[in-house]
Nanobody, 124 residues
Framework: QVQLVESGGGLVQAGGSLRLSCVAS????????MGWFRQALGKEREFVAA????????NYGDSVKGRFTISRDNAKNTVYLQMNSLQPEDTAVYYC?????????????????WGQGTQVTVSS
């Protein structure tokens, strides 16, 4: 059974930083692209970032480009999201997801396993 477990969320002031982690188990981690999505209260889920199976390429949503960095450690079955210059509009539940293929995909329908989410709250 595939499991994704996120951690690292919390409360931070505007301008601060957080690093999210997602540990995967139950499938060959290094073969699959990984993504981060977020959902704010009352809004649709939004693409944040995704990374190739190898870590060699990544994609970012326009709202986080230049502030967030996705990375992965295939030896630890872990994907990270470094979030800098956080703003109140970044407040959301952040989900990691594992794609059925190996690429860095923006479409949530390409992901077949999801974590339970971790809350990030940015105060002004």
């Amino acid at each position: 059974q595939v499991q994704l477990v996120e951690s690292g969320g919390g409360l931070v002031q505007a301008g601060g930083s957080l690093r999210l982690s997602c540990v995967a188990s139950g499938r060959t981690f290094r073969k699959h692209g990984m993504g981060w999505f977020r959902q704010a209260l009352g809004k649709e889920r939004e693409f944040v970032a995704a990374i190739w199976w190898s870590g060699g390429s990544a994609n970012y949503g326009d709202s986080v480009k230049g502030r967030f960095t996705i990375s992965r450690d295939n030896a630890k079955n872990t994907v990270y999201l470094q979030m800098n210059s956080l703003q109140p509009e970044d407040t959301a539940v952040y989900y990691c997801a594992s794609s059925s293929g190996g690429f860095a995909l923006r479409n949530e329908n390409e992901y077949d396993y999801w974590g339970q989410g971790t809350q990030v709250t940015v105060s002004s």
